[in-house]
């Protein structure tokens, strides 16, 4: 999720567990709100490490000890005493830890409903876990919890911003039950085309809760489509480029699959395969989940292939993170790892 949200979810959270009567012994409101919103902000502070290694970055370092269960507890404390050391309030401890516990479990729980997957048990396990019910970037996710603090606050009155909670709580098991729904229509739609032995991906996708990503998995080739659950593609209201992307997520009559494979075609697969195997590119095959070959260039110097991770792709956009294995030619046992401009 993005970090305006977590920002919002974690003031909220704090507003909405205000004490019923305020008194010297709690934190002011404007406090408790202040904490809540920069705890919640806390654990994306690793996006600085995106400036040392961008591949390690994506591969190993975001979502992982910043955003674990397991070291909850620890930040939450480290955040509370630097708080009330820095506001002069040391006898207020205890409330300024609840308030950072509630405010990271919440960033880490709703980094979990989405796709990219969130290392909660880190450093114990690597292990990578994604519920994937919500896109990165939702609208209406981050309006409900906006609104409903804004006039909680506006009215000095915690009841708006617990009824935006819950209504959250109900978009969160309506977005499940889409999921459900979509997975339905994916085995059907494995049962229709004789896939065999397939396994089903399904992901969230921007602009509405109706739109849906299906990955189908057969071996290295994948069968990937865009749906709509609504029956209308077409919305003469959106500028034209976003009509155009939308127009792309058809309804379950008309779905349009294309084919992807790990490998590409079967007259360059063995070629490809060898680089994807090289060792450099290990960090790489860490983060790719739905790795497929995307293209090849070649200079003077040297031979690229390109590959992406399907799970990114949006239609007429390129897609974000197009990582590269480059042979020298001049010592073709000499491979690099590069991103793509």
């Known amino acids: 999720m993005d970090t305006l949200t977590h920002v919002l979810i974690g003031a909220s959270l704090a507003h909405a567990c205000q004490p019923a009567q305020h008194s010297d012994q709690h934190l002011k409101l404007s406090h408790r709100v202040t ?15 995106y400036l040392i290694d961008p591949l390690s970055f994506i591969s190993d370092w975001h979502r992982a000890e910043t955003h674990s269960f397991v070291l909850l507890p620890l930040w939450a404390l480290l955040l509370a005493l630097l708080f009330t050391q820095m506001t002069q309030q040391k006898t207020k401890l205890k409330e300024a830890f609840i308030i950072c516990c509630l405010s990271l479990a919440s960033h880490i729980f709703t980094d979990l409903i989405t796709s990219w997957g969130t290392q909660v048990f880190a450093p114990i396990s690597n292990e990578r876990y994604a519920i994937g019910i919500s896109f990165v970037i939702d609208p209406y996710f981050s309006g409900i919890i906006l609104i409903g603090l804004i006039t909680g606050l506006f009215r000095q009155n915690p009841i708006a911003t617990r009824a935006a909670l819950l209504c959250l709580l109900m978009y969160m098991a309506f977005q ?46 994948y069968y990937l489509t865009y749906i709509n659950l609504m029956k209308r593609t077409h919305y003469p209201f959106l500028p034209l480029q976003l009509d155009t992307i939308i127009q792309h997520y058809h309804p379950v009559n008309a779905l349009n699959w294309q084919t992807f494979s790990r490998y590409g075609n079967a007259s360059e697969s063995g070629s490809i395969q060898q680089a994807w195997n090289q060792p450099v590119f290990q960090d790489y095959r860490t983060f790719a989940r739905y790795p497929a070959y995307y293209t090849r260039t070649r200079s003077a110097n040297e031979l690229c292939y390109w590959f992406i991770d399907l799970r990114f792709t949006l239609p007429e956009l390129e897609p974000p993170f197009i990582y590269g294995v480059c042979q020298n030619l001049s010592d073709t046992s000499q491979w690099a790892v590069k991103l793509h401009n």
């Open 176 to 221: 499940t039950i889409l999921k459900i729904q979509v997975l339905n229509i994916a085995r059907q739609q494995m049962v229709i085309n004789q896939w065999r032995g397939s396994n089903i991906y399904t992901m969230p996708q921007p602009f509405s809760p109706l739109h849906w990503k299906i990955i189908i998995t057969s071996g290295e080739h």
């Open 35 to 49: 904490l809540g919103a920069l705890a919640a902000a806390f654990p994306d502070i690793d996006y600085v490490t």
